[in-house]
């Protein structure tokens, strides 16, 4: 027979004090955005493929109207 009204594993939230999780939350989110700054740095310094640029070359090319002097 399992006891449920002993000690269990889990912490009581009020028990901790609000300011050091706070702290925590506040230094790990700090930490995401930076990590996630660093990749979109890396993704718009990256160079645009060949075939992405000649899709977008036809599409251009397309979409200009007709008979243009």
């Given at each position: 027979?399992?006891?449920?009204?002993?000690?269990?594993?889990?912490r009581?939230?009020?028990?901790q004090?609000?300011?050091?999780?706070?702290?925590?939350?506040?230094?790990?989110?700090?930490?995401?955005?930076?990590?996630?700054?660093?990749?979109?740095?890396?993704?718009?310094?990256?160079?645009?493929?060949?075939?992405?640029?000649?899709?977008?070359?036809?599409?251009?090319?397309?979409?200009?109207?007709?008979?243009?002097?």
């Amino acid at each position: 027979m399992i006891d449920s009204t002993g000690p269990t594993s889990r912490r009581d939230p009020a028990s901790q004090e609000p300011a050091a999780g706070s702290e925590e939350a506040r230094l790990r989110q700090q930490a995401i955005g930076v990590k996630l700054r660093h990749m979109f740095d890396e993704v718009v310094n990256e160079p645009v493929p060949d075939e992405f640029l000649e899709i977008l070359r036809r599409a251009d090319a397309s979409a200009a109207p007709e008979g243009k002097d």
